[in-house]
Protein backbone atom coordinates (compact mmCIF):
# COMPACT_ATOMS: atom_id res chain seq x y z
CA UNK A 1 0.00 0.00 0.00
CA UNK A 2 1.04 3.34 -0.55
CA UNK A 3 1.74 6.14 1.67
CA UNK A 4 -1.44 7.97 -0.02
CA UNK A 5 -3.46 4.83 -0.14
CA UNK A 6 -2.06 4.21 4.14
CA UNK A 7 -3.12 8.18 5.00
CA UNK A 8 -6.42 7.54 3.06
CA UNK A 9 -7.06 4.09 4.92
CA UNK A 10 -6.55 5.59 8.29
CA UNK A 11 -8.76 9.09 7.16
CA UNK A 12 -11.75 6.81 6.77
CA UNK A 13 -11.31 4.69 10.03
CA UNK A 14 -10.32 7.51 12.27
CA UNK A 15 -12.46 10.24 11.19
CA UNK A 16 -15.62 8.32 9.47
CA UNK A 17 -15.29 4.84 11.97
CA UNK A 18 -19.26 5.38 13.42
CA UNK A 19 -20.75 5.40 9.26
CA UNK A 20 -18.48 2.40 8.62
CA UNK A 21 -20.10 0.80 11.42
CA UNK A 22 -23.58 2.06 10.55
CA UNK A 23 -22.65 0.79 6.99
CA UNK A 24 -21.77 -2.48 8.45
CA UNK A 25 -25.25 -2.96 9.79
CA UNK A 26 -27.25 -2.08 6.86
CA UNK A 27 -25.56 -5.18 5.18
CA UNK A 28 -25.88 -7.26 8.16
CA UNK A 29 -29.83 -6.43 8.01
CA UNK A 30 -29.86 -6.67 4.13
CA UNK A 31 -28.43 -10.25 4.72
CA UNK A 32 -30.91 -11.02 7.49
CA UNK A 33 -33.72 -10.86 4.60
CA UNK A 34 -32.55 -13.65 2.65
CA UNK A 35 -34.04 -16.88 2.03
CA UNK A 36 -30.83 -19.48 1.97
CA UNK A 37 -31.52 -20.13 -1.58
CA UNK A 38 -30.82 -24.19 -2.29
CA UNK A 39 -28.22 -24.82 -4.54
CA UNK A 40 -28.67 -27.30 -7.58
CA UNK A 41 -27.70 -30.57 -5.57
CA UNK A 42 -30.64 -29.36 -2.97
CA UNK A 43 -28.10 -28.61 -0.16
CA UNK A 44 -28.51 -25.25 1.38
CA UNK A 45 -26.80 -22.42 -0.16
CA UNK A 46 -25.18 -21.33 2.84
CA UNK A 47 -21.61 -20.88 3.97
CA UNK A 48 -20.52 -22.25 7.86
CA UNK A 49 -24.09 -20.92 8.50
CA UNK A 50 -24.47 -17.82 6.42
CA UNK A 51 -27.21 -16.59 4.68
CA UNK A 52 -26.53 -16.12 0.37
CA UNK A 53 -28.65 -15.11 -1.95
CA UNK A 54 -28.38 -15.95 -5.69
CA UNK A 55 -30.09 -12.63 -6.42
CA UNK A 56 -28.00 -9.67 -7.46
CA UNK A 57 -31.37 -7.59 -7.15
CA UNK A 58 -31.64 -9.07 -3.22
CA UNK A 59 -28.71 -7.31 -2.67
CA UNK A 60 -27.91 -4.23 -4.75
CA UNK A 61 -31.64 -2.99 -4.02
CA UNK A 62 -32.32 -3.24 -1.02
CA UNK A 63 -28.63 -1.81 0.41
CA UNK A 64 -29.42 0.92 -1.47
CA UNK A 65 -32.19 1.17 0.50
CA UNK A 66 -31.25 0.76 3.40
CA UNK A 67 -28.51 3.22 2.81
CA UNK A 68 -30.43 6.06 1.50
CA UNK A 69 -32.83 5.43 4.36
CA UNK A 70 -30.08 5.63 6.70
CA UNK A 71 -28.83 8.76 5.39
CA UNK A 72 -25.41 6.95 5.07
CA UNK A 73 -25.35 7.33 0.88
CA UNK A 74 -25.56 11.18 1.97
CA UNK A 75 -22.54 10.86 3.73
CA UNK A 76 -20.06 9.03 0.97
CA UNK A 77 -19.50 13.00 -1.18
CA UNK A 78 -18.07 13.90 2.47
CA UNK A 79 -16.05 11.28 3.12
CA UNK A 80 -14.31 10.85 -0.53
CA UNK A 81 -13.70 14.87 -0.40
CA UNK A 82 -11.97 14.19 3.27
CA UNK A 83 -10.24 10.72 1.52
CA UNK A 84 -8.69 12.96 -1.66
CA UNK A 85 -7.45 15.58 0.68
CA UNK A 86 -5.62 12.81 3.57
CA UNK A 87 -4.37 11.48 0.37
CA UNK A 88 -2.77 14.60 -0.66
CA UNK A 89 -5.01 15.12 -3.46
CA UNK A 90 -7.49 17.52 -5.01
CA UNK A 91 -10.61 17.56 -6.75
CA UNK A 92 -11.83 19.29 -9.51
CA UNK A 93 -15.30 18.95 -8.87
CA UNK A 94 -17.68 18.03 -5.81
CA UNK A 95 -18.67 14.64 -5.41
CA UNK A 96 -22.04 13.81 -5.38
CA UNK A 97 -23.70 10.36 -4.33
CA UNK A 98 -24.26 8.82 -7.65
CA UNK A 99 -21.83 7.75 -10.16
CA UNK A 100 -19.01 7.99 -11.47
CA UNK A 101 -18.24 9.22 -7.34
CA UNK A 102 -20.31 6.77 -5.63
CA UNK A 103 -21.72 3.58 -6.81
CA UNK A 104 -23.04 1.16 -4.77
CA UNK A 105 -22.03 -2.99 -6.37
CA UNK A 106 -22.56 -6.46 -5.02
CA UNK A 107 -19.73 -6.15 -2.67
CA UNK A 108 -21.04 -3.06 -1.43
CA UNK A 109 -20.29 1.23 -1.73
CA UNK A 110 -17.19 1.88 -3.71
CA UNK A 111 -15.68 5.59 -4.01
CA UNK A 112 -14.03 7.15 -6.77
CA UNK A 113 -12.00 10.34 -7.54
CA UNK A 114 -10.25 11.31 -10.48
CA UNK A 115 -6.67 12.57 -8.70
CA UNK A 116 -3.34 13.77 -10.30
CA UNK A 117 -1.84 10.65 -9.45
CA UNK A 118 -4.47 8.18 -11.18
CA UNK A 119 -7.88 7.15 -9.91
CA UNK A 120 -8.58 6.47 -6.16
CA UNK A 121 -10.87 4.16 -5.05
CA UNK A 122 -12.02 3.61 -1.79
CA UNK A 123 -14.18 0.07 -1.51
CA UNK A 124 -16.65 -1.00 1.86
CA UNK A 125 -16.39 -4.71 1.11
CA UNK A 126 -19.42 -5.99 3.05
CA UNK A 127 -20.77 -8.65 0.80
CA UNK A 128 -18.52 -11.40 -1.08
CA UNK A 129 -19.13 -13.19 -4.29
CA UNK A 130 -19.18 -16.83 -4.15
CA UNK A 131 -18.30 -18.78 -6.83
CA UNK A 132 -19.29 -22.63 -6.99
CA UNK A 133 -22.06 -24.34 -9.22
CA UNK A 134 -24.31 -20.98 -9.00
CA UNK A 135 -22.98 -17.28 -8.27
CA UNK A 136 -23.69 -16.20 -4.61
CA UNK A 137 -23.79 -13.19 -2.65
CA UNK A 138 -22.82 -13.92 1.35
CA UNK A 139 -22.29 -11.38 4.10
CA UNK A 140 -18.63 -10.01 4.07
CA UNK A 141 -16.55 -8.10 6.43
CA UNK A 142 -17.92 -7.52 9.64
CA UNK A 143 -15.16 -5.52 11.25
CA UNK A 144 -14.41 -1.76 10.15
CA UNK A 145 -10.54 -2.53 9.55
CA UNK A 146 -11.50 -5.45 6.84
CA UNK A 147 -14.04 -3.83 5.63
CA UNK A 148 -12.90 -0.65 4.17
CA UNK A 149 -9.84 -1.17 1.03
CA UNK A 150 -7.94 1.74 -0.58
CA UNK A 151 -6.41 1.77 -3.76
CA UNK A 152 -4.58 4.27 -6.31
CA UNK A 153 -4.90 2.88 -9.67
Known sequence: MTDPELAVRRYVL???????????????SVAESWNN????DGTNATTDGERSTTDREAVVEPFSHELRESGLLAEFPTILSGAVS???????????????????????PVLRATVSAG???????VFDVVRDDKVRYVRGADDPETAVSVELK
Request: contains cysteine; hydrophobic residues 40%; glycine residues 6%.
Open 14 to 28: SEHMETVTSLLRCAD
Open 37 to 40: EATA
Open 86 to 108: AGGFSMQATPVPAPPYVAITTRG
Open 119 to 125: RLVISFR
